[in-house]
């Protein structure tokens, strides 16, 4: 076999080998992108069976829709919420478990559980505990705490389902966390030991830029992901009351799938489409610039 | 020792609500409904008529047999074509290879959720909407998929091409020496998208009530919110019966198989 047979043939198989990725991103991702791009410049009500071009129309109803401002703000606040309680309680359950203690092991089993517990049954679950009469609030009343109607305030819904997300996916992050911290180098603790830096000095300069790299790979999947919430939101608030929990992808399944409105569900999606494109863009340019000591 | 005894309250605390839900879970389904806002924690009376329940309302032996088969062949399917694409993206020098894994790439960027209109119209005027199709194709060929070929690449990139090299002197083909020693060699990672697909897939709850529109051909997390009483309030303790049923199998597998599952899962997010 020649140089050149070979390296046709290796052209070959490398292009049959990505082929069904390839026809896949096309067919799954890239034509239905542009779709969307053309339905969001239509008027399109599926039961009225009206589909008719009126260029910039929805993107003005988007400017002008109060409740896509709402929508805009729980998500925001659902996303701001989760990273943040996420990444700290990931950390935090990580470096516990990196002690040495006996039993981490059953720990790490215990927090990491829930990761595993089919979504909507974790999800039902907690909607019977987040009852008024629920054992959420039972405990409340065993330290004399009159609970609320978690459900059904506008501030206590977002704050159970950001609760609910956080138990039922942090023990992905605190995977990745355990494995980064076990990554740190042990002599780098005892020379800032020997320096005279206290545990939480210790944690701040030489912990946190040593794991910058898993701290930017974990805020990336979670607020992507919390771009995705919507089992959660569907089966404990529909979105409410009102609209305080109404995230975006909600709001896009609302128009579309429940009123039909196709058109302006397409134009939900560029926009959801822009978000998590301009997130995910932003966030790689960050992992060039600030993070520290990437292989 | 007075920290370990610290650090062992602190844990024990952090876990409670972690582990308080999958228990409530399942005590309460066997509770009768009567007792469901008791405050004990196992039944006083207990009842295993919300399990027949279960499967009188709905179908859901089928419904079981529908969520388990399409996460299997969704997860076996995305192993195979993005361990083939990660391959050749990482190994194989071709032309147009980095336009290409470019054009894959934006797949992670465009998560499904926003083609869901024009997908749901393509498979309509497919005649494909209430069947499985969309649940099982989207996912190994589209976006979900992206994740998958992009661990697998920085897989291959990492796996040292000596081993190669050796098989090739010996007269393995390209293909050959894929299957034969690059595929064999990534198990730890080929084991993580196992496991990741197979949740993504188990816990698939837009497109499966987007799609499908009869309880024969309903998932697991879609047919676990129809125990409704006739007034559309929830049957609380049947509803957990079955959430019980979804939830338990998936825990017993864990916990059998928790280290290759933890460091399959921590070792690709470090690649990653």
Request: proline share 5%; charged share 10%.
């Amino acid at each position: 076999m020649t140089f050149w047979t070979c390296r046709r043939r290796d052209n070959l198989i490398g292009y049959l080998f990505v082929a069904p990725a390839l026809l896949g991103s096309l067919a799954f991702v890239l034509i239905p992108l542009a779709m969307v791009g053309w339905y969001s410049l239509n008027e399109w009500n599926v039961l009225g069976g009206t589909f008719e071009f009126i260029g910039g129309e929805n993107y003005k109803q988007l400017l002008n829709d109060e409740k896509l401002r709402d929508s805009l703000v729980a998500t925001a606040w659902f996303a701001a919420g989760l990273v943040v309680l996420n990444l700290s309680l990931a950390l935090l359950l990580a470096v516990l478990l990196n002690q040495k203690l006996r039993g981490t092991t059953l720990f790490r089993t215990l927090f990491f559980s829930p990761v595993l517990v089919s979504l909507v049954a974790w999800t039902l679950v907690w909607q019977l505990m987040l009852q008024p009469e629920g054992s959420v609030n039972g405990l409340l009343g065993v330290f004399g705490v009159d609970g609320p109607n978690w459900l059904r305030g506008d501030t206590t819904a977002m704050v159970s389902v950001i609760v609910v997300q956080v138990i039922k996916n942090v023990g992905l992050n605190m995977v990745l966390f355990l494995a980064a911290l076990q990554g740190v180098p042990a002599p780098l603790y005892e020379a800032a030991k020997i320096d005279g830096a206290g545990a939480w000095r210790r944690f701040r300069s030489i912990t946190i830029p040593l794991i910058s790299p898993t701290i930017l790979l974990t805020s990336i999947i979670t607020i992507v992901g919390s771009l995705q919430v919507f089992a959660q939101i569907a089966v404990l608030t529909q979105g409410g009351p009102g609209t305080s929990t109404t995230v975006l992808i909600y709001y896009l399944y609302q128009q579309a799938f429940q009123f039909h409105h196709f058109g302006y569900g397409a134009t939900i999606s560029v926009l959801l489409f822009v978000i998590v494109a301009a997130l995910t863009l932003l966030q790689w340019q960050m992992r060039r610039k600030w993070v520290l000591h990437e292989s | 020792m007075s920290r370990k005894v610290w650090l062992y309250g602190l844990l024990c605390l952090l876990c409670v609500p972690f582990v308080f839900p999958t228990w409530w879970m399942v005590t309460s389904s066997m509770k009768p409904i009567s007792e469901i806002f008791s405050e004990s924690l196992l039944p006083r009376e207990w009842t295993f008529s919300t399990y027949e329940t279960v499967f009188r309302m709905q179908p859901f032996g089928q419904q079981y047999w529908n969520s388990l088969y399409i996460a299997v062949v969704v997860t076996v399917g995305t192993m195979a074509v993005a361990a083939l694409a990660g391959y050749a993206f990482a190994r194989i020098r071709f032309p147009g290879q980095n336009v290409l894994f470019v054009v894959v790439l934006t797949g992670l960027l465009i998560p499904s959720e926003v083609t869901i209109v024009p997908l749901f119209q393509m498979f309509q005027s497919l005649g494909m909407t209430n069947t499985h199709w969309p649940l099982i194709i989207v996912p190994i060929f589209g976006a979900p998929c992206v994740l998958a070929i992009f661990i697998m690449r920085q897989f291959f990139i990492a796996l040292p091409p000596e081993l190669e090299e050796a098989a090739r002197m010996d007269g393995l083909g390209r293909a050959g020496i894929f299957y034969r020693i690059a595929l064999p060699l990534s198990r730890p990672a080929l084991g993580a998208v196992a496991i990741f697909t197979f949740l993504h897939s188990w816990n698939l709850y837009l497109e499966p009530i987007v799609y499908l529109s009869t309880p024969d051909m309903f998932t697991l997390p879609q047919a676990l919110t129809q125990f409704v009483d006739i007034y559309g309030g929830p049957m609380w303790n049947v509803q957990l019966a079955a959430a019980t049923m979804t939830a338990v199998p998936i825990l017993i597998v864990f916990v059998v198989a928790q280290r290759q599952f933890i460091e399959g899962l921590a070792h690709t997010g470090v690649k990653g």
